[in-house]
């Protein structure tokens, strides 16, 4: 396996509530990479984040935040969730060197919202 | 914004026929990577391609990375049940100092008949 771990690995929330999802890097790995991936569609990157600062980001409004810690975990959470917000939430973790980062994934966690 | 755009969405085939997915990006890439997943799974990181004109072999797969480093290819020879799954590409620009984050084609999703 990737080394990488996420929880919960189910969740199921209501419109509006709030979510902290978690991920566990590879140990030495100084980026961790977050995505969503709806149901039948390829993952959509969220952000990134190097050294605990938020690195790159996709195409997500604000309540869409995370962050890094230098234990080598993360956490992303979702503000005034939406029923479009269910979706299976990857992290992935690699280490940056010049053009070649590997991207390693987690198993997701599984976002129901009613 | 960068796209990559995947084709075919979905390829059925006789196990033992050999198989090929595409992607094109819409911009120069620093590197592309491919993915398999399965069903319920999480992807799985198969191969990056870093060098203008790259081929790489791993057993029955063949990967190239255009001479434009805008497109890519997998081809899977003799295909057998265990390839069964969704294959992504997933392009991967540099800018400035950091990184862009994966952006993934939608797959390709690859079936195949005993």
């Known amino acids: 396996e990737t080394g990488v771990t996420q929880s919960p690995t189910h969740l199921i929330k209501t419109r509006g509530q709030q979510v902290t999802l978690r991920c566990s890097s590879q140990s030495g790995h100084n980026t961790v990479s977050w995505y969503q991936q709806a149901l039948g569609q390829g993952p959509q990157f969220i952000f990134q984040y190097y050294r605990e600062e938020e690195n790159g980001r996709g195409n997500f409004p604000p309540r869409f935040s995370g962050l890094q810690f230098p234990n080598y975990s993360s956490e992303l959470n979702v503000n005034a969730l939406e029923l479009d917000d269910s979706a299976l939430y990857l992290c992935?973790?690699?280490?940056?060197?010049?053009?070649?980062?590997?991207?390693?994934f987690g198993p997701g966690t599984r976002l129901l919202v009613l | 914004g960068q796209q990559v755009m995947q084709i075919p969405q979905y390829q059925h085939v006789q196990e033992g026929e050999d198989f090929t997915t595409y992607c094109n990006s819409s911009t120069t890439l620093s590197n592309i990577q491919w993915y398999k997943q399965r069903p319920g799974g999480h992807p799985v990181f198969l191969i990056q391609?870093?060098?203008?004109?790259e081929v790489k072999k791993q057993k029955r797969l063949t990967f190239q990375f255009g001479e434009a480093k805008k497109n890519s290819s997998l081809h899977i020879t003799a295909t057998q049940t265990t390839d069964v799954g969704t294959y992504f590409c997933?392009?991967?620009?540099?800018?400035?100092?950091?990184?862009?984050?994966?952006?993934f084609g939608k797959g390709t999703h690859l079936i195949i008949q005993p």
């Open positions: 391609l870093v060098k203008s004109g």
């Open positions: 992935a973790s690699s280490l940056v060197d010049r053009d070649e980062e590997t991207q390693y």
């Open positions: 997933a392009g991967q620009r540099r800018s400035g100092g950091g990184a862009d984050g994966l952006t």
